[in-house]
């Protein structure tokens, strides 16, 4: 879960790098950094917190030069702490080279035994700093050719934008799990996690980045690559669900749309005798109006949200994310006294934060509180760099969805199918086109080998 953004031609590159990430937060908030060129060397910032906190007037301005990249953290790999911060900036015999990343490598473990027994020292604990070391080693002679060289090395999830001093590569792994998109104003070019990027920095969306694809942008323009072997897409279908910013396109269809369509085909699944829909803000916003159109119910705003507040799930201790729900969301007792009430949200993760919610409607003097979920039962934790707890934390993995209906003290309790998921995404079929949807299949496309020394250790002890 991190956002990554790339610009390449303007005199402020690092200043709409910033204005990107304002755009990208929502996919991170633990720590942000810019690094920008200006043809001789790279310089770089990055702080733990909020984009909004780490990057002054001052800061900005010794970013200089016409070529940025930038990222947004939310750890999936690798402890939360400033060292682990992204953009990683290094220096090698062959120049200095940046990258952030979004996704999550599968075979990062593995990959850092190998390079620690060769006599690499990290310097982080973050899976991406694998790929700096490989391309260090690549006795390719071109940023592009390295970069390549490494991945071939590398299995997993990846959106990666990479800064050197004169060039600008986002590649986009064969699978195509995270988003990633082109877009350009003027004679600049932008490569952002989201489209909603776009929008603030009065860029035109050019084109996903497609799965398997480089993008290079220097001073001969911009030109693509295919450097890996074609593999079937495995999309991440939780973009879909949750994660993106609905005023992204994700690979050519609003999200939006598709959030508003899976309300209407869970009102289709679930129907039920009730006198208003509500949203969990903001998650759940764009499927209960489609909710509400579909079945006729009216839609009216039962919860606020304060704004002043991270993600409560965000927060990586159990203790501040329960304090967390109570400062977030606040109930509307005009809206619930004595009312039905269908709340719609995306998902259920733990199940902690939903019960609370319905305790707080409840608590409001709503009648029946009918809880309305947008996406399946989420069983399997994501291994391509959504944050998940362990399977175990999961409360669709031990509990059936009576259970967790009597859990949550809900009235109903109702998911979309996975067949709903995909006709609403889809905008017709209900088939799994090119999706990954392990988080509710249980079907992983690539697994996690164990690192050799985990396995030893096994046999040792075992
Ligand atoms: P819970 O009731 O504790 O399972 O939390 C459910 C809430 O977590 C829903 O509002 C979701 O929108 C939200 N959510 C789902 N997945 C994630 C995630 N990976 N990170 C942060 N929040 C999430």
């Known amino acids: 879960m991190c956002g990554v953004i790339g610009v390449y031609g303007h005199p402020e590159a690092a200043n709409l790098a910033y204005l990107g990430l304002y755009a990208l937060q929502h996919r991170g908030q633990e720590s942000a950094g810019i690094v920008a060129t200006d043809g001789e060397r790279l310089r770089s910032a990055k702080e733990m ?228 829909v509500i949203p969990v803000p903001d998650s759940g916003v764009a499927a209960a109006i489609g909710y509400a159109r579909e079945s006729g119910i009216p839609y009216d705003q039962g919860l606020m949200r304060s704004h002043y507040m991270g993600r409560t799930f965000i927060e990586p201790s159990q203790h501040i994310r329960h304090f967390g729900v109570k400062l977030k969301l606040s109930p509307v007792r005009e809206v619930l006294t004595g009312k039905r009430v269908v709340v719609v949200d995306d998902s259920i993760v733990r199940g902690t934060t939903s019960r609370k919610i319905v305790g707080m409607i409840r608590g409001a003097g709503a009648r029946e509180v009918h809880m309305r979920i947008s996406s399946p039962p989420t069983v399997g934790p994501c291994r391509y760099g959504i944050d998940t707890p362990t399977r175990e934390e999961l409360i669709a993995f031990k509990k059936t969805p009576e259970e967790i209906r009597h859990f949550l003290e809900a009235d109903s309790l109702g998911y979309l199918s996975l067949e709903g998921l995909y006709t609403s995404v889809n905008g017709s079929e209900g088939a799994n086109k090119g999706f990954c949807d392990a988080c509710f299949s249980n079907a992983y496309p690539i697994n996690i080998q164990q690192p050799a020394r985990l396995r030893q250790l096994r046999l040792i002890t075992g």
């Open 49 to 276: 917190g909020h984009v909004n906190d780490i990057f002054t007037a001052d800061r900005l301005r010794e970013l200089r030069g016409y070529a940025a990249i930038g990222h947004v953290r939310y750890s999936t790999a690798g402890d939360s702490s400033k060292r682990n911060a992204q953009p990683i900036a290094v220096d090698y015999f062959g120049g200095s080279v940046a990258v952030g990343h979004n996704g999550n490598l599968v075979n990062a473990a593995e990959l850092r035994e190998r390079l620690e027994a060769e006599g690499a020292i990290f310097q982080t604990t973050a899976d991406t700093e694998a790929i700096v070391h490989l391309i260090a080693r690549s006795r390719e002679q071109t940023l592009p050719a390295r970069v390549a060289d490494a991945l071939r090395q590398v299995r997993g999830a990846y959106s990666l934008v990479f800064l050197s001093q004169d060039q600008l590569v986002a590649v986009r792994d064969p699978m195509g799990f995270r988003p990633l998109a082109l877009g350009k104003s003027k004679d600049t070019w932008v490569v952002s996690s989201e489209t909603c990027a776009f929008e603030l920095l009065e860029a035109e969306f050019v084109r996903d980045v497609e799965p398997g694809e480089m993008v290079i942008v220097d001073g001969n323009g911009v030109r693509s690559e295919r450097p890996f072997a074609a593999q079937p897409p495995h999309r991440c279908v939780f973009e879909w669900v949750y994660f993106a910013r609905p005023d992204s396109t994700i690979d050519g269809n609003s999200v939006y749309r598709a959030r508003e369509r899976m309300g209407r085909r869970l009102a289709v699944e679930h129907p039920v005798q009730a006198d208003v």
